[in-house]
C-alpha cells in the first residue's frame, strides 16, 4: 500500500515538475490546499483584453489521481473594470469546465490535456461569449496588435535517406532559389534540406519536392512573425555542403540547433555530439530474387508505385547470366528504408495481386524468394544512384554490374546471397 502511495505521488510531481518548466510562474503554479494536496492554477488570458483580464482554471488532484480518481476542476474570474467582459466570462465558465472535464479521464495524467484544451476552448468560443460592442472593441485591439507584424517566417528540417544525385541537387537549388529560400542543403548520407523564408514558400517547396520524391521527410518546423522577412533570417543564401559538422555549427551559432537536431529525431536540448546523433540513423534492406515475371511492365510499374506509397528505396535490375537470352533472366529487387516500412512493403508485396499467370489472369505472388534481409551500414550505400538503380530503361545489366549495385546496397552478404539465388 506504501509503495502505491508513493508511485502516485511521484507521478503526481512529474506532472507538477512538467508545468512549472512549460509555464512561466504567472502563468501557471501550483499551491497546496489545507488537507495538503496539490492544486494546479493556470491563468487563461482572454484576447485582445488591455487590462490583462483572465480566468483562473485550479485543477485538484485527489489522493487517488491519477489512478483511480480524476482531476476535480473548478474556475473563477479574476478582477476587471471590463463589465461586458466580465458578463462574457461568467457565461462561458461553466462549459469552459465542462469541456476540461471531459478530458480527466481515470487511469491517466490529465493535467496536460485539460490546460490544452482550456486553451482551445478559449480560443475557439470566447468571441461568442462577448456582447456586440466588446466584441468589436476586441476585433479591433487585435487588430491594432498584429497590423505591424502581418508576414509570417517559416523553418523547415527536411530528411532524406541519402542525397546524391546532380540532378536532384540541382533541382533543389533552383527550387529554393526560385521560392527566395536560405538555408543548407546537405549532401550524402544522410541528406538534409534546412530552408528558411516566407512560411507560404517553405509550403510551396516541400510540396513540390515531396512530389517528385516521396521519400522526403518533414522532421522539424518552426514559424514564427515577423515585420520583415529577410531582415530576420538566419541565413544569407542556399549552401550545399557535404559537412554535417558545419551546418550544426552554424544552426547552433543562430539559435537554431533544436530544429537542426530534429534531423535525428531528437527532440530535446540534449548535448549529445551531432555525428553520434547522425551515425544513429539505422535503414533496413531486403534482397529479393523473383522468378519470372509474366506481365513484366505492369509488374515493374507496381513495385515502384508501391515504393514511393510507402516511402522506400527500390533498386530493380534483371541480368542474363552469360549473355545467353535465351532463359530467363536473374530478375533481382532490393528494397531499403525504415525497417518497418519495408515490412509493409513485403507484406503488400505478398499479398497483392501484381502479375498474371498463362492464360493472362491476375494472380498473387508465389515465387519470390528473399535472399537476405538486414540492418544497412550507411557506408555501404554511397554511391548508390536510387533514381537510376530503378529507372525502367536501365533494367538489364551485366552480371558484374548486378553484383556491384547488390554490394554497395548491403556489401559482401548480399553479394554471397546473391551468389546463391537460382543454384
Given at each position: 500500500m506504501v509503495g502505491e502511495e508513493e508511485e502516485l505521488e511521484e507521478r503526481r510531481n512529474a506532472e507538477i515538475e512538467f508545468i512549472s518548466c512549460a509555464y512561466a510562474p504567472e502563468e501557471a503554479w501550483c499551491d497546496k490546499n489545507a488537507n495538503g494536496l496539490p492544486e494546479i492554477r493556470r491563468r487563461l488570458k482572454l484576447p485582445g483584453e488591455a487590462d490583462n483580464f483572465s480566468l483562473l482554471l485550479t485543477l485538484h488532484m485527489p489522493p487517488g489521481y491519477p489512478e483511480s480518481q480524476g482531476l476535480v476542476i473548478s474556475c473563477s474570474v479574476e478582477e476587471t473594470k471590463n463589465a461586458s467582459v466580465a458578463r462574457a466570462a461568467y457565461k462561458a465558465m461553466p462549459k469552459l469546465v465542462e469541456a476540461c472535464r471531459e478530458q480527466a479521464v481515470v487511469g491517466e495524467e490529465s493535467v496536460l490535456v485539460v490546460l490544452s484544451r482550456a486553451e482551445e476552448w478559449i480560443e475557439d468560443n470566447w468571441s461568442s461569449y462577448l456582447e456586440p460592442a466588446a466584441a468589436a472593441e476586441e476585433t479591433t485591439t487585435l487588430q491594432r496588435s498584429v497590423s505591424s507584424c502581418t508576414t509570417i517566417l517559416g523553418r523547415r528540417l527536411?530528411?532524406?535517406?541519402?542525397?546524391?544525385?546532380?540532378?536532384?541537387?540541382?533541382?533543389?537549388?533552383?527550387?529554393?532559389?526560385?521560392?527566395?529560400?536560405?538555408?543548407?542543403?546537405?549532401?550524402?548520407?544522410?541528406?538534409?534540406?534546412?530552408?528558411?523564408?516566407?512560411?507560404?514558400?517553405?509550403?510551396?517547396?516541400?510540396e513540390d519536392i515531396k512530389k517528385r520524391w516521396g521519400w522526403l521527410v518533414v522532421r522539424g518546423e518552426q514559424q514564427e512573425r515577423v515585420r520583415e522577412i529577410d531582415t530576420n533570417r538566419k541565413f544569407d543564401e542556399f549552401i550545399e555542403t557535404d559537412d554535417m559538422t558545419r551546418m550544426g555549427q552554424h544552426c547552433r551559432e543562430v539559435g537554431l540547433e533544436a530544429l537542426f537536431r530534429t534531423a535525428m529525431k531528437v527532440y530535446d536540448n540534449s548535448h549529445d555530439d551531432v555525428e553520434e546523433d547522425d551515425n544513429d540513423v539505422t535503414l533496413y534492406g531486403v534482397l529479393v530474387y523473383v522468378d519470372h515475371m509474366n506481365d513484366t511492365k505492369g509488374y515493374r510499374k507496381w513495385l515502384r508505385k508501391t515504393a514511393k506509397e510507402v516511402d522506400c528505396f527500390l533498386a530493380l535490375k534483371q541480368s542474363y547470366p552469360n549473355h545467353d537470352f535465351?532463359?530467363?533472366?536473374?530478375?533481382?529487387?532490393?528494397?531499403?528504408?525504415?525497417?518497418?516500412?519495408?515490412?509493409?512493403?513485403?507484406?503488400?508485396?505478398?499479398?497483392?495481386?501484381?502479375?498474371?499467370?498463362s492464360r493472362g489472369k491476375s494472380c498473387l505472388e508465389r515465387m519470390m524468394t528473399v535472399l537476405m534481409e538486414c540492418p544497412l551500414d550507411h557506408t555501404d550505400l554511397a554511391l548508390v544512384d536510387w533514381d537510376e538503380a530503378q529507372a525502367e530503361d536501365s533494367i538489364n545489366v551485366s552480371s558484374e554490374q548486378l553484383h556491384n549495385l547488390v554490394a554497395s546496397i548491403g556489401g559482401n552478404g548480399w553479394n554471397e546471397a546473391l551468389n546463391n539465388a537460382r543454384k
Open positions: 527536411i530528411w532524406s535517406p541519402h542525397l546524391y544525385s546532380k540532378i536532384k541537387r540541382g533541382d533543389i537549388q533552383n527550387l529554393a532559389s526560385d521560392c527566395k529560400l536560405t538555408g543548407y542543403m546537405k549532401i550524402g548520407w544522410p541528406g538534409l534540406i534546412l530552408i528558411e523564408g516566407a512560411e507560404e514558400d517553405c509550403v510551396a517547396f516541400y535465351s532463359n530467363r533472366p536473374l530478375i533481382i529487387v532490393a528494397i531499403v528504408g525504415e525497417k518497418e516500412l519495408v515490412q509493409q512493403f513485403l507484406q503488400r508485396w505478398r499479398t497483392s495481386r501484381v502479375d498474371v499467370d
